[in-house]
T-cell receptor, first 114, second 115 residues
Framework: AQSVTQLGSHVSVSEGALVLLRCNYS??????LFWYVQYPNQGLQLLLK??????LVKGINGFEAEFKKSETSFHLTKPSAHMSDAAEYFC????????????FGSGTRLQVQP | NAGVTQTPKFQVLKTGQSMTLQCAQD?????MYWYRQDPGMGLRLIYY???????DKGEVPNGYNVSRLNKREFSLRLESAAPSQTSVYFC??????????????FGPGTRLTVT
């Protein structure tokens, strides 16, 4: 079975600073990996996805993530934080067998300080 | 194109009451899912439906039942609500199969409180 660990339930950065949200996965077969964002009182919106085509994946709103198989990681980064980036971020994994549902990490709440 | 819609948005139940959460998608997706979201636990899969006419249990199915009414609609029923079912419920849908990544599209959620 697959699993996801997000290190840091809360991350606080200053506006303009680098954003780094950590995600490590466990899977016995090649994974598909996703980052979703949830703004207050809203559903989840896809930021980006890893489909095995390229290890560096670019998403919406200036976010990107790099798949590192040797480290079983898929960390999310953004060079310069904006106040509008304040939200909760979820990393998720899916595999091409069985139920094919997403397994989510516990989430990281990003706070952006002015 | 409304995507995934859910009703109701909010609901308060007393312990022991029953209710059905409705979900519909207009993207012609085969697969549909019900998740619950609790603080510090991410989203956990309750039930899913790989295709019309099929349903299967997820991680936390106890206390719930589902119906895949047709390709568009997937409902979640609480037969006898308990305070432990206080949560935010999300419905999602996706295409599946053919080696494609399983990106899921989420509805806006139903916030349920059981007193």
């Amino acid at each position: 079975a697959q699993s996801v660990t997000q290190l840091g339930s809360h991350v606080s950065v200053s506006e303009g600073a680098l954003v780094l949200l950590r995600c490590n996965y466990s899977s016995s077969v090649p994974p598909y990996l996703f980052w979703y964002v949830q703004y207050p009182n809203q559903g989840l919106q896809l930021l980006l996805k890893y489909t095995s085509a390229a290890t560096l994946v670019k998403g919406i709103n200036g976010f990107e993530a790099e798949f590192k198989k040797s480290e079983t990681s898929f960390h999310l980064t953004k060079p310069s934080a904006h106040m509008s980036d304040a939200a909760e971020y979820f990393c998720a994994v899916s595999v091409d067998t069985g139920r094919r549902a997403l397994t989510f990490g516990s989430g990281t709440r990003l706070q952006v300080q002015p | 194109n409304a995507g995934v819609t859910q009703t109701p948005k909010f609901q308060v139940l007393k312990t022991g009451q029953s209710m059905t959460l409705q979900c519909a998608q207009d993207m012609n997706h085969n697969s549909m899912y019900w998740y619950r979201q609790d603080p510090g636990m991410g989203l956990r899969l309750i039930y899913y439906s790989a295709s019309e006419g099929t349903t299967d249990k997820g991680e936390v199915p106890n206390g719930y039942n589902v119906s895949r009414l047709n390709k568009r609609e997937f409902s979640l029923r609480l037969e006898s609500a308990a305070p432990s079912q206080t949560s935010v419920y999300f419905c999602a849908s996706s295409e599946a199969g053919g080696g494609r990544p399983y990106e899921q599209y989420f509805g806006p959620g139903t916030r349920l409180t059981v007193t």
